[in-house]
């Protein structure tokens, strides 16, 4: 098993070669026991799940949950933000906004507000 190990300061990789045997079991969960067990040769790190080096030498792989896509109907895109019908029957407005962010945010979400409530009555019409 070939294993990279980053240093997150400077971003140099070191490679890592161990041998031994894995055992795969659910789709989820994966374990590694090396022939030679050296704690602390490998570091923990997160990529579709959490990966880590025990005590003992072994490696353990939990992968994450899937995400569940949004069930909602997007309606409209905006410029920081969407409106949405859920899956319940609610209009959702979402806006994002960054701090600090340049001009008035205030006037930005009334204008954005006013253009998803267009966009609401737009898609009851056609609806």
Wanted: aromatic content about 10%; charged content about 25%; glycine content about 8%.
């Amino acid at each position: 098993m070939k294993t990279k190990k980053t240093n997150r300061n400077n971003k140099s990789c070191q490679h890592i070669q161990l041998s031994g045997t894995g055992e795969f079991d659910e789709n989820k969960f994966f374990t590694f026991n090396p022939d030679i067990p050296v704690n602390g040769v490998v570091g923990g790190f997160r990529k579709r799940g959490h990966a880590q080096q025990l005590t003992n030498g072994t490696f353990c792989f939990v992968a994450d949950e899937k995400s569940h896509a949004s069930q909602a109907l997007t309606i409209k895109k905006l410029l920081h933000g969407r409106v949405s019908l859920t899956k319940q029957g609610y209009f959702q407005l979402t806006l994002r906004f960054r701090l600090p962010e340049p001009g008035c945010f205030s006037v930005s979400m009334v204008n954005e507000a006013a253009d998803a409530a267009e966009a609401i009555c737009r898609y009851l019409r056609e609806n």
